[in-house]
C-alpha cells in the first residue's frame, strides 16, 4: 500500500509517496482501508518541524482519518468488516481527565504515524464509528477539530441556550463550535477579517459578526454590547487581550490555537477580579468522541468542507491549507 511520509528533513517538499507493508491485525487489532483524511493547523506545524523540531523522521502525518475496516484480530469485540470509523487522535486516552503526561504524548501524525495512507492497523480503542449519515470525507473532519470544540462547549463548558459564544475565524474548530452552539439554541458571535466569510458564517446561524481589521479593538465592542459567556481563543498572543475583555464576568476562556505565537502579557488581574476561568482544550478522550457523535448523527449535522484534494496531490492541500483563507476543513480523498 502507499503511504505519505515527510522524509530526511522537514517541509511539505520533503513530502514523499512510499510503498509499505501493511501488516494482518493482531490480536485487539483492526486493519482499516483509509477513505479519506483532514488537516489541522498542528499537522502543517508537524510537516514544517515546527511544533517538534526533534520528531524523528520519516514520519507519516495527519491525525484525522476515516475509512472501513477490512479485516479484524482475535478478541476484537465491537468492530467487524464493513464497519466506518474514524481514529482517535489520542492512541492511549479512552475515556476520564488526562491520567498522565505519557497519554499526553501518544497522538497521531505526530509522534505516532498518522492517517496519510491506504490502510492503517490500529488497537480497537483507537477507532470510533462514525455517522451513517456522513460522508468519509465529513468523518475525516471529526477527530481533532469537531472534538476540540465539543470538548470546550460541552464537556468543560456546559453549553445551555442561554449562552453567547465567541468563535476566532472561520477554520475548522471554530465553524464546529459555531454549528453545535446554534444546536444547543446558544448565540453565537464570529470573528473574521473577511466580510465574504462572515455573510457564510451568517448563513450558518451566527447572529453577529466582526470584522478584526475593520474593528481592531473587538473586544470592547463585544463587551460594550454585553459581552460573552464562552470564548474559543484561538488566535493566541494577538487575540487573547481582546477575548478577556469580551468575556462576561465568571465566564469561560477556552485556550486552544496558537495561530499568532504562543506567548503573550496579559493583565491578571483582568481574569481575577472577574472570576474569569482559563480553560485549556486538548482535544478529548475517545468517550467524548463517541459522545460527541451521538449528538452529530441525531441532529443530522454535516461538517462544512471548503475543499477536497485527491491523495497523489497531497503536497497541494498542505499548500493550500497554509495559504489560510479557508471555510472549514481541507480534507484529502485517499480511495
Known amino acids: 500500500m502507499k503511504a505519505w511520509v515527510v522524509d530526511g528533513a522537514f517541509g511539505v517538499e520533503n513530502l514523499r509517496c512510499v510503498e509499505r507493508d501493511v501488516s494482518s491485525p493482531g490480536r485487539g487489532q483492526v486493519r482499516v482501508r483509509v477513505e479519506a483524511c483532514s488537516l489541522n493547523f498542528r499537522d502543517h506545524l508537524m510537516v514544517t518541524g515546527a511544533y517538534n523540531p526533534k520528531q524523528p523522521l520519516p514520519l ?21 468488516a464493513g464497519d466506518r470509523v474514524a481514529g482517535t487522535f489520542f492512541r492511549d486516552w479512552v475515556a476520564g481527565p488526562v491520567p498522565s503526561r505519557s497519554v499526553i504524548r501518544s497522538t497521531r501524525g505526530g509522534p505516532i504515524d498518522g492517517m496519510l495512507a491506504q490502510e492503517v492497523v490500529l488497537e480497537e480503542r483507537e477507532l470510533v464509528k462514525v455517522p451513517d449519515h456522513l460522508t468519509m470525507v465529513e468523518a475525516a473532519t471529526l477527530p481533532c477539530a469537531a472534538l476540540t470544540a465539543w470538548s470546550a462547549l460541552f464537556g468543560h463548558g456546559n453549553l445551555c441556550a442561554a449562552d453567547t459564544v465567541l468563535v476566532q475565524g472561520t477554520g475548522g474548530v471554530a465553524i464546529f463550535a459555531l454549528q453545535f452552539a446554534k444546536m444547543a439554541g446558544a448565540q453565537v458571535i464570529a470573528t473574521s477579517s473577511s466580510d465574504e466569510r462572515l455573510e457564510r458564517a451568517k448563513a450558518l446561524g451566527a447572529d453577529e459578526t466582526l470584522n478584526y481589521r475593520t474593528d481592531p479593538d473587538w473586544g470592547k465592542t463585544v463587551q460594550t454590547a454585553g459581552g460573552v459567556t464562552h470564548v474559543l481563543e484561538l488566535g493566541g498572543s494577538a487575540t487573547l487581550p481582546q477575548s478577556l475583555r469580551a468575556v462576561r464576568p465568571g465566564g469561560t476562556l477556552f485556550l486552544i490555537g496558537n495561530l499568532s505565537g504562543a506567548e503573550v502579557e496579559f493583565n491578571v488581574l483582568q481574569a481575577v477580579m472577574q472570576n474569569i476561568r482559563l480553560q485549556g482544550i486538548l482535544v478529548g478522550s475517545r468517550a467524548e468522541f463517541v459522545r460527541m457523535n451521538r449528538a452529530i448523527e441525531h441532529r443530522r449535522l454535516h461538517p462544512v468542507i471548503d475543499g477536497v484534494e485527491s491523495f497523489d496531490r497531497a503536497p497541494e492541500a498542505f499548500g493550500s491549507f497554509a495559504q489560510g483563507g479557508h471555510f472549514g476543513k481541507v480534507c484529502i480523498q485517499v480511495s
Request: glycine residues 14%; proline residues 5%.
Open 60 to 80: 507519516v502525518p495527519l491525525s484525522d482519518g476515516a475509512g472501513t475496516v477490512v479485516e479484524v484480530g482475535a478478541e476484537v469485540r465491537d468492530l467487524a
